[in-house]
């Protein structure tokens, strides 16, 4: 498998076990590649039908809000482009 594809389908870089405090610790390679330090802030997503956890970086998911916010324009032209072209074609069929 090309080192490409593993970032598509996810890696796994080993194992935690949780505390009697609810800590995890994340394993030092993944901390690394991820660049995550003590301190950052992650969100934590419910996965896989409640039987599994997704963390994300709060910084990486405000990155992609603040991505798709300032497109929203341009989204909301696109999304009104295909309404009435869809309500052309629907108008078209209606009369035939």
Do not use: Y
Not at 5 to 20: N, S
């Amino acid at each position: 498998m090309k080192r490409t594809d593993m970032h598509v389908i996810g890696r796994c870089f080993g194992t935690a076990v949780l505390g009697p405090r609810g800590q995890l610790v994340i394993p030092m390679e993944a901390r690394k590649e991820i660049g995550i330090d003590t301190g950052d802030k992650l969100l934590v997503f419910g996965h896989f039908g409640g039987r599994g956890l997704i963390f994300i970086k709060a910084e990486a998911a405000e990155e992609l809000l603040n991505i798709m916010s300032s497109r929203l324009d341009e989204i909301a032209k696109l999304v009104k482009k295909n309404k009435i072209a869809g309500a052309g074609i629907e108008g078209e069929s209606k009369l035939s």
